[in-house]
């Protein structure tokens, strides 16, 4: 089972008000983790080609997450387990990745901005959902890179240990490929049991 490490970088608090954004990646894979960032951006220095992180190429998700990470005030990536999913359901599961990686962020933001329509539930903080907030604030294209990319390693190091899966061609998402691998060698340790696809297998 992966664990569930947080990485966090923290910087001196200024003066400017603080904003920080918060996405997350991995809601509609069959397996693995579900991963959120937050970002808190230093208007002094901008990172220049910031999107929503499927819009952009490998490359330049790697690279922009190398200058998110240098120029940032502050940056956090935390992730709720395949197991936490099950439990809790994708959506709820994906919240309490956003709040983890919040409440990991140093300093405290003093308004924090959400991709998407639903909010985690977090005391102390101003809080606002903005739809389609990946292509139109620049910290929440930042978090969404630092997230999509985190899991991405994620699912490369799952490929290691389930090469049978191909994780690494699908990174979990329900593609054609992992449905045939899924048939052919049944559910593996880390896939998502409460998925449809998934569950059918368990039942037949």
């Known amino acids: 089972m992966l664990e569930n490490p ?5 910087c001196p608090a200024q003066k400017s008000r603080l904003v920080a954004g918060i996405d997350e990646a991995g809601r509609g894979p069959l397996a693995g983790s579900v991963v959120a960032a937050a970002v808190i951006l230093d208007e002094a220095r901008p990172v220049a080609g910031l999107t929503d992180s499927k819009k ?3 490359r330049q998700r790697l690279s922009l997450e190398s200058e998110i ?10 992730e709720a387990s395949h197991r936490e999913v099950d439990d809790i359901n994708i959506l709820q599961a994906s919240l309490l990745a956003m709040k983890r990686a ?8 003093d308004e924090v901005l959400v991709d998407g329509n639903r909010l985690p539930v977090v005391e102390g903080y101003q809080l606002y959902a903005i739809v389609k907030g990946d292509l139109y604030e620049p ?4 978090a969404s890179i630092l997230a999509k990319n985190y899991r991405d390693r994620q699912m490369l190091e799952l490929d290691r240990r ?3 899966y191909c994780f690494a061609q699908h990174k979990g998402y329900p593609t054609a490929l992992h449905r045939e691998m899924l048939k052919k060698h049944g559910v593996s340790a880390v896939h998502r049991r409460s998925f449809k696809p998934v569950r059918e297998l368990l039942n037949d």
């Open 6 to 10: 947080i990485a966090k970088q923290a």
């Open 56 to 58: 952009l190429s490998e």
């Open 69 to 78: 990470k240098q120029k940032a005030r502050a940056w956090a990536i935390a």
């Open 162 to 164: 389930f090469p049978e």
């Open 139 to 142: 910290c929440i294209s930042a």
């Open 102 to 109: 919040l409440l990991n962020l140093q300093p405290k933001p």
